[in-house]
């Protein structure tokens, strides 16, 4: 099968760095897969997501999506097929909610009808009430409110791969288990690829169809919780996971 997302032998470095961020990264993920990312901070995951939508372009090996090397393809049209929600929701401040989860389907000429009502959809999944919601800015919403319209808005057109960076840091507990509950659900009925970091450990465990270990830009391990667990690859592994218990 061609796999959803393969580095092969990618290396990026930012001008100015000691070391690279990415240091020969070779993972071939298969469609399909909740990838759970962690590792530590400046470790390398957000450069790892921004390759693949070409927020950031490697130096040194090829980036494929769907099996087409990313510069082989225009970088809009790329985006188009990839779903993206960040910590900083990236929320368009003079738009109201609505028109943020409706950006790409209005983009993809949807009819107005298919746009309200997923727009609705959308904002019930999220656990906002659409009528509350939907007319709000993007000021007029808490920190964690903006994080779960920024999922909304990366789900709206449907896209086979959902790039996921720490989108539920700024929630509190009990809606960030929710959030988990509803992404898990839609990722075993969409059947799409999901790639989430995140620096929770047992978010990720219990989430990730495979997890994904970074550091100083090497991957350490990728593979099933229940690889990683019994058979950590590297001490750095070893030790993220022993930390838990
Ligand atoms: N635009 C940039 N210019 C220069 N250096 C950068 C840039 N973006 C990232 N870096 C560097 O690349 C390395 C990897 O950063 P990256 O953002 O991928 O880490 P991360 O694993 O996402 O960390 P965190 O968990 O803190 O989000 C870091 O050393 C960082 O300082
Ligand atoms: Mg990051």
Not at 2 to 11: H, L, S, Y
Not at 50 to 76: F, P, Q, T, W, Y
Not at 228 to 239: C, G, H
Request: glycine residues 8%; charged residues 25%; aromatic residues 6%.
């Amino acid at each position: 099968m061609t796999p959803a997302v393969e580095f092969i032998d990618v290396t990026k470095r930012f001008p100015g760095a000691a070391a690279p961020a990415l240091d020969h990264v070779d993972l071939a993920i298969e469609p399909g897969e909740l990838v759970c990312v962690l590792g530590t901070s400046g470790g390398g995951k957000t450069t790892l997501i921004k390759l693949i939508n070409r927020l950031h372009e490697a130096d040194e090996g090829s980036v494929r999506v769907n099996g087409v090397d990313v510069r082989d393809v225009d970088a809009i049209e790329l985006r188009r097929g990839i779903g993206y929600v960040i910590q900083q929701s990236g929320l368009f401040p003079h738009m109201t909610v609505a028109d943020n989860i409706a950006c790409v389907p209005k983009i993809l000429k949807w009819d107005r009808a298919r746009i309200d009502k997923r727009v609705d959809d959308l904002l019930e999944l999220v656990h906002l009430a659409p009528h509350e919601f939907r007319d709000r800015y993007p000021a007029q919403l808490s920190g964690g409110q903006q994080q779960r319209v920024g999922l909304a808005r990366g789900l709206a057109a449907e896209p086979d791969i959902m790039l996921l960076d720490e989108p539920f840091g700024a929630v509190d507990a009990i809606t960030r288990k929710s959030l988990q509950n509803e992404l898990l659900r839609i990722h075993r009925s969409s059947g799409k690829t999901f790639i989430f970091v995140t620096h929770d450990v047992a978010e990720a465990l219990r989430l990730a169809t495979k997890v994904l270990v970074m550091d100083a830009g090497r991957v350490q391990q990728y593979g099933t919780p229940e690889e990683l667990l019994q058979r950590p690859a590297t001490p750095f592994v070893a030790e993220l996971f022993g930390a838990r218990t």
